[in-house]
């Protein structure tokens, strides 16, 4: 590109108004364009001394490159395999563009705005999407501790992008057709302690179960936790059973607060997720577990930054 090319680039540049999200974009492009290897560093970088998918022997040796990743050779098994094997994203292409998609997952913008911004197809976007997603999902969960509130919100089933309807389909898309929890609704469990270390679970459709509490809930609680729910007779004998101490409000009868015994935490996180997920205009049930899984990385507020997410996806396979 010649000095006039860069001149028009810039005059368009300073002509047209652009959001801070576009900026962002646009250094993560130019960034790039800098560090042309930079994506592929970082896979490198987090997978470290990744032991073989296959069999997990520690001893390997290195056997040449692959579209721009070093491949070794695991001496027990004798496969090979890259930094990316076996994870959610291995095999996708384009590398060069995962920084900048990654920027549309932290924006929450949807798949067609991801797919137009980083110039890929509309199906690789909501592929990367998920695959993305899928990959820093699989982090080990935090050890909730101290006051711990669980509670459950429900969203309606869906069969969006399903060739084959279990059911009659639903008129104008959004309502139940019985009233309270059926088996319409699909169970999101929440678990929150005052740390604001959180865990979501997607139990599957009707109403959560005591069974499925203790599958969930028990992996994740400290020995010495105080379990707080409202006055739902399933948290009351999960409890029990468990041998957990557990205090209950009364919700439905209007007491929100008994001092430090409440839900709000985690009634918040719901609040927030049902908000931040009506721009996405309905999602697929398959998909549930994705969806709570990206609102846990951007309430918490921890992967704020493309690589971050990058590094995250390919340690959290390791
Ligand atoms: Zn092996």
Known sequence: MGAADVGVVLKVLEQVQLSDQEIALLQGVLANLVLPGHCLRLIEEAAGNRSCP??????????????????????ACRRSFNALT?????????RDRWLPYLQCLIDSVTVRKA???????KSTSFRWRH???????????????????????YHLESQKG??????PPRKRGGKARRRGISAELD?????????????????????????????????????DVLLVSDAANTYKAFALQAGIT??????????RTRGAIHIQGVNGWHGRFKTWLRRFNGVASRYLANYTGWQRVLDAARLTAPAHWLQSAVAANR
């Open 54 to 75: 296959a069999c997990g022997g520690k001893r390997c040796h290195r056997c040449g490159q692959a579209n721009g990743l070093q491949r070794y050779r695991c001496v």
């Open 115 to 121: 797919a137009t911004r980083v110039a890929v197809a």
């Open 246 to 255: 557990h205090e209950a409000v009364n919700v439905r009868a209007g007491i």
């Open 187 to 223: 169970c999101i469990l929440v678990a929150r302690d005052r740390n604001r270390q959180t865990c979501d679970f997607v139990t599957g459709r009707g109403p959560v179960t005591a069974e499925q509490l203790a599958r969930h809930l028990l992996p994740v609680l400290a020995v």
């Open 131 to 153: 695959r993305f997603i899928a990959a820093v999902r699989q982090e080990p969960r935090p050890l909730l501790s101290g006051i711990v509130e669980a509670d459950e919100t």
């Open 162 to 167: 399903s060739r084959n309807l279990d059911r």
């Open 86 to 94: 076996g994870t959610p994203l291995a095999r996708l292409r384009l």
